[in-house]
């Protein structure tokens, strides 16, 4: 039996931080309403010469030295972002490019702030069926660029950032019970395009010719997202077939604090298991569940043996969910 286990991870966070505060003097807003009703006090902004890309590589650098692993040793790199360098190419090839890997598939997945999600999914569908061995997953977002500037709705929400990990192939004995021993244990993703309305960017190549601006219908967005985070973690731990109290980490999508209260909540989760970095990253959209891992890695909470739940909801809507021994 073959396990994708992650072998290493790393971060990237633009220099600039921008304050609450800042942001209160040109929006009509204050420090305590932002914080009261997300949890978010900063959040990091790219500036002149910062991409997706370069963040990306940043990221995967770091994740590669934390593997002890060489670029040419990655057979596969997959990129979720929704705001990547070009329309095309992939920001993925960029990527490769920098790190001189081999000439290996590498290729970008939308599925907003999910993606990362659904990119790791991806990478272990292809691991487990021997179409690579080893694959850097990445999801990387300069939301920065796409957000309304003057409305304080959305604006006040989001930040730039990416965060990466390295996924090796790993044969597990046959003996290995099935939640035991390193690795990806199981996964489940949804989306249901029918709410596409209630969080979307205004423009694109072939509707406006432009890039447009994030809209959003917030009461909405939080209503199914405590909904749909719940459902799907009950459904991907009963599907491993491990009790919820055995779950030593929940790093979910940083998205709001509400959320993440509400959900654990639902769950019967101890708020002490849940990665929370949404205080100082805010809403980094494909970028906030590796960063959180990555946080929760270097600072040594995360550990060997321990079993830890990702989830996320996104834009389209598209949510999911992977449980992972470390």
């Known amino acids: 039996m073959i396990r994708s286990v992650i072998r290493g991870a790393g971060a990237a966070l633009p220099p600039r931080v921008v304050t609450n505060e800042e942001l209160a ?3 009509e807003t204050s420090n305590d309403w932002i914080v009261e009703r997300t949890g978010i006090r900063q959040r990091h902004i790219a500036g ?4 997706t890309s370069t963040l990306a590589i940043e990221a995967a650098r770091a994740a590669l ?5 060489d670029a040419d040793g990655i057979d596969l790199i997959v990129l979720a972002t929704a705001t990547p360098d070009n329309t095309f190419p992939a920001t993925a ?3 490769q490019a920098a790190l001189g890997c081999a000439p ?3 290729f970008d997945i939308a599925a907003v702030c999910s993606g990362f999600l659904y990119a790791m999914s991806t990478a272990d569908a292809m691991l487990a069926s021997g179409q690579a061995k080893c694959a850097l997953v990445i999801g990387a977002e300069t939301f920065s660029r796409i957000l309304d500037w003057e409305d304080r709705t959305t604006a006040v929400l989001f930040g730039d950032g990416a965060g990466a990990i390295v996924l090796e192939a790993q044969e597990v ?3 290995t019970g099935p939640t035991q021993g390193p690795g990806i244990l199981t996964s489940q993703l949804h989306a249901d395009g029918s709410h596409h309305d209630l969080l979307y960017v205004d423009g694109g190549p072939s509707t406006t010719q432009t890039v447009g601006h994030l809209r959003m219908k917030g009461r909405e967005v939080f209503r199914h997202a405590v909904v ?3 459902q799907v973690l009950t459904d991907v731990v009963a599907k491993a077939g491990v009790e919820i109290g055995e779950i030593d980490w929940v790093v979910p999508h940083q998205a709001n604090i509400r959320i ?5 909540k639902k769950l019967g989760l101890p708020p002490e298991k849940v990665i929370v970095t949404v205080d100082r990253h805010a809403n980094t959209s494909a970028a906030s569940v590796p960063l959180a891992f990555a946080a929760a890695r270097a600072d040594g909470r995360i550990k060997p043996g321990d079993l830890v739940l990702f989830e996320a909801m996104g834009g389209g809507f598209t949510w999911g969910a992977s449980l992972v021994r470390m």
Do not use: F, H, Q, S
Not at 48 to 51: A, F, M
Not at 65 to 69: E, K, L, N, T, V
Not at 260 to 264: F, S
């Open 173 to 175: 004995a046959d003996d």
């Open 260 to 264: 993440l209260e509400g959900t654990a």
């Open 65 to 69: 030295a934390d593997a002890g692993i």
């Open 48 to 51: 002149e010469g910062e991409t």
């Open 93 to 95: 090839t960029k990527v």
């Open 228 to 230: 749909n985070l719940a």
């Open 25 to 27: 003097d040109r929006l």
């Open 104 to 106: 290996c598939p590498a």
